[in-house]
């Protein structure tokens, strides 16, 4: 808000205004039978759908799993035990190293920007091409899904820290200024209360990522954990196995977020305006844009070179930036190294885009629709917050099983995977509309339609946009994942020829380009975004 | 515009009251009110803050419901009356929605209300709002007090013929004020309206009204109902009559009345 919003004069909450806000954070809080029962109705619907006569290939039923898991307790409990602590300590560093970079961001603000955009292509990573090059680094053990699960959460933290940080009002600086005291207790009194609520929101939703981040590293060839057991399920066409295993995944996931939110009710922070807004733009305007671009790239280069040469690592499989270079530029089958690499990239650009765009539209108009029966929101909120922290991938074998190896398969995956986290962010989004404002349409009488049309959907976009942006490398992890781990083609697919056959000048460059690739999506939806919100949101914009 | 609007209504509370929570929190914003508000008056409801003055407007705009007692707008329901866009409410924070421009906020009015949105009609507002060069400019360009003018000026938009007005210069610094109060009663004396007006100015009061109810603390029980007879148009002269200020005494004096058995800040 540009104005601070005077106390209201009745000195009451209003209870049941502010209608889905207040659903939506109650719905948080998971209380009781409200947030059982639709879950209880999805097991159900679960069940029968698995015995619909030739679904029994497709999918286990809730039965089948419960089966499966008794029988196999024992070696579940290890594999989630392995799983588990591999996410945790991927939570402890990535998040750490967030808070570092965050602090560093703020001490000097002249490379915000360029740790900004570090963090960003760190982020935009391909999980699963990495994998293999943190195994060949590491060797055996741990240290990859360690490593992938703190690559996965340290951009959002970093991102939330960064608004949160600066989350407070000019006049609270100007206070501790006034006493002649420094930028140290400015960080101290202010920023640190500030920034933590987004910290606590921010690592709510860094603890499903790092136990995403932790399978994904499992599937390229941990020996075991959760990642390894699905791997062979899903090769033995193991339906309950494979079900039971994504199940346990889920549950996790699940567990992990609440606890989370669980800290931050205990800690009675307040829930954040906007979690993963824009970061401001570039302060250093003395440079023109492309220009820091490149000056940005070449430092990242350098970087890259610096830290293969600083550990004397082996050029056979720890590529630089110059052998990338040489194998897509310079040598003499550079030609057909490149064809080779363009080809798998269109196969995976051609089902990850139609697959995000589907997301995106499913999740803003399912949004849309829920506030047009105000009941559903209540039944889906629960449901659709639990679903956004389930680890979407490890259900890509079941769904490529279902769906078939086709385009259809893939296209499903990336639309499931950016689905939930977009609804949960339009809920949120729609309800933001300003009480006043709601009651403005009330005063004229107006339908429920026209106030989506006029009110909701305008106060929503910043909160869609955001959610587009974070879903641009989603989407490619997405894809990437169920051609690595099933149907064979594209990028994914490449990747995984190329680990298996220690062909690692094009692995690196696959890493490279599919990285770029998504950091460019990303700043590409960032611009659009800045657009929509100069006009729907300026409060975002303005720091 | 329309040759057939219809005439200003008489606004009845009968018996009203609106209790909020349950249990031991259940507090009574306002117990059983009776009150009448003349056809095309201007009313104005003082009382100490939170005292349920807010609560009585939002009960009148339909926008709330009561737990007990009813409000008649010219014999109809707020419902009834919202329907047809009879009425329109200024909000303390004006209520822009920030993504439309000052045009867009007015037609915003016409739309809700299933009316055609005439340009030149909209511009006609917004020059009398004082807001011309502006039209084309979003809430976040303007000063606090121009956007209060952009949301009198959709308020008048539907022409209706009651006009709920809740701190609508409660975020506007003083000078500007001044001027809102001079300018802006004339826009719905023009119309012919009845006006409920919720400040918590007592010059403002008494300046704009044709009657000032003063209210105790919750629950809102009326104190105080005071005729304003000063003559009309009001300009910033009237503030320095004694007449003015023999009224703004009257009020006051009510208003630390209805306080009686108040504790006082700091002891002395």
Not at chain 1, 189 to 196: E, G, M, P, S, T
Not at chain 1, 245 to 254: C, G, Q, R
Not at chain 1, 400 to 416: C, K, N, Q, S, Y
Not at chain 2, 110 to 126: G, K
Request: charged content about 15%; some cysteine; overall charge positive.
């Amino acid at each position: 808000m540009t104005t601070p919003a005077r106390p209201h004069p009745q000195p009451l909450p209003r209870r049941g205004r502010g209608g889905t806000s207040l659903a939506i954070h109650a719905m948080a809080k998971g209380r009781g039978w409200g947030a059982a029962l639709p879950a209880v109705a999805a097991l159900i619907l679960w069940e029968a759908i698995s015995h619909l006569p030739g679904a029994t290939y497709l999918i286990a039923g809730p039965t089948d799993v419960a089966i499966w898991l008794t029988a196999n307790a024992g070696l579940a409990a290890r594999a989630t035990a392995v799983t588990v602590k591999a996410a945790a300590l991927g939570f402890l560093w990535g998040n750490l190293a967030a808070i570092a970079l965050a602090l560093l961001s703020l001490a000097l603000p002249r490379i915000e920007r360029f740790i900004s955009t570090l963090a960003l292509l760190v982020f935009c990573l391909p999980l699963v091409a990495t994998g293999p090059i943190l195994r060949v680094l590491y060797g055996p053990g741990e240290g990859p899904q360690i490593t992938i699960a703190a690559l996965a959460v340290s951009f959002t933290t970093y991102l939330s820290l960064m608004v949160g940080l600066r989350a407070a009002p000019a006049s609270w600086f100007d206070l501790v200024r006034s006493y002649g005291r420094g930028r140290l207790s400015e960080l101290w009194r202010i920023r640190v209360h500030a920034a933590l609520p987004y910290l606590i929101s921010g690592l709510q939703i860094a603890a499903p990522a790092a136990i995403l981040g932790a399978l994904v590293g499992e599937f390229t060839g941990a020996d075991r954990g959760l990642g390894v057991l699905t791997l062979r399920a899903m090769r033995g066409l193991d339906l309950p196995a494979t079900t039971a295993l994504a199940t346990v995944a889920a549950a996790v996931s699940i567990a992990a977020y609440a606890s989370l939110g669980a800290l931050g009710r205990r800690l009675s922070v307040a829930p954040v305006p906007t979690l993963l807004a824009p970061l401001p733009e570039g302060r250093s305007s003395t440079l023109p844009s492309l220009l820091r671009w490149l000056a940005t790239g070449v430092v990242i280069l350098l970087l890259w070179q610096v830290a293969m040469d600083a550990f004397a690592l082996n050029t056979f499989f720890a590529k630089r930036p110059g052998d990338v270079w040489q194998f897509l530029m310079a040598a003499p089958d550079a030609a057909t190294n490149r064809a080779t690499l363009v080809a798998a990239f269109g196969q995976t650009m051609v089902l990850a885009l139609p697959g995000y765009i589907a997301g995106l539209i499913l999740g803003a108009g399912a949004a849309a629709a829920v506030v047009l029966w105000p009941g559903a929101a209540v039944t889906l909120m629960p449901l659709a917050i639990a679903l956004r922290s389930v680890p979407i991938v490890t259900t890509a074998p079941l769904i490529v099983l279902a769906l078939g190896r086709g385009a259809i398969g893939t296209i499903t995956i990336v639309a499931v995977m950016i689905f939930f986290p977009t609804l949960v962010a339009c809920l949120n989004g729609l309800a933001r509309t300003p009480a006043q404002v709601r009651d403005v349409f009330a005063s004229y009488a107006a339908t429920r339609w026209q106030r989506l049309v006029h009110a909701q959907i305008p106060a929503m976009l910043p909160a869609f946009f955001a959610s587009a942006r974070m879903a641009v490398p989603a989407a490619i992890l997405a894809a990437t994942t169920t051609e690595w781990l099933a149907t064979g083609i594209g990028m994914g697919n490449l990747m995984a020829l190329t680990a298996s056959t220690s062909a690692y000048a094009m692995l690196w460059s696959a890493v490279a380009l599919l990285s770029v690739t998504a950091a460019m999506g990303y700043v590409a939806v960032e611009a659009v975004e800045r657009a929509v919100l100069r006009i729907y949101g300026p409060e975002q914009l303005a720091r | 515009m329309a040759p057939d609007r219809p005439p200003p209504p008489e606004v009845t509370l009968r018996g009203l009251s609106r209790t909020f929570g349950t249990g031991p929190a259940r507090v009574a914003a306002l117990a059983a009110t009776d009150l009448t508000f003349a056809a095309g008056q201007t009313t104005a409801l003082v009382g100490p803050s939170g005292c349920g003055k807010s609560t009585l407007l939002r009960l009148v705009a339909g926008l709330d419901t009561p737990t007990a007692g009813e409000v008649r707008i010219g014999g109809r329901t707020p419902a009834e009356v919202t329907r047809d866009a009879g009425l329109a409410m200024a909000f303390q924070d004006a209520a822009l929605l920030p993504w439309r421009t000052v045009r867009g906020n007015i037609a915003l009015a016409l739309t809700l209300a299933r009316r055609p949105a005439d340009p030149a009609e909209v511009d006609r507002l917004i020059s009398l709002v004082g807001l011309d060069g502006f039209a084309d400019h979003r809430p976040a360009e303007l000063s606090g007090g121009m956007r209060q003018r952009a949301a009198i000026a959709r308020c008048m938009a539907t022409e209706p013929a009651l006009l709920l007005l809740d701190e609508p210069f409660g975020a506007v610094d003083e000078l500007t004020r001044i001027r809102l109060n001079e300018d802006l009663p004339r826009l719905w004396q023009k119309r012919g309206a009845t006006a409920l007006l919720v400040t918590h100015s007592v010059a403002e009061a008494v300046l704009l009204s044709d009657r000032v109810i003063v209210f105790s603390p919750r629950p809102a029980t009326v104190v105080a109902d005071i005729p304003v007879t000063l003559p009309q148009p009001r300009l910033r002269d009237v503030t320095r009559s004694p007449a003015f200020h023999a009224l703004v005494d009257r009020v006051s004096a009510a208003l630390w009345a209805g306080m009686a058995g108040d504790r006082p800040l700091a002891a002395e």
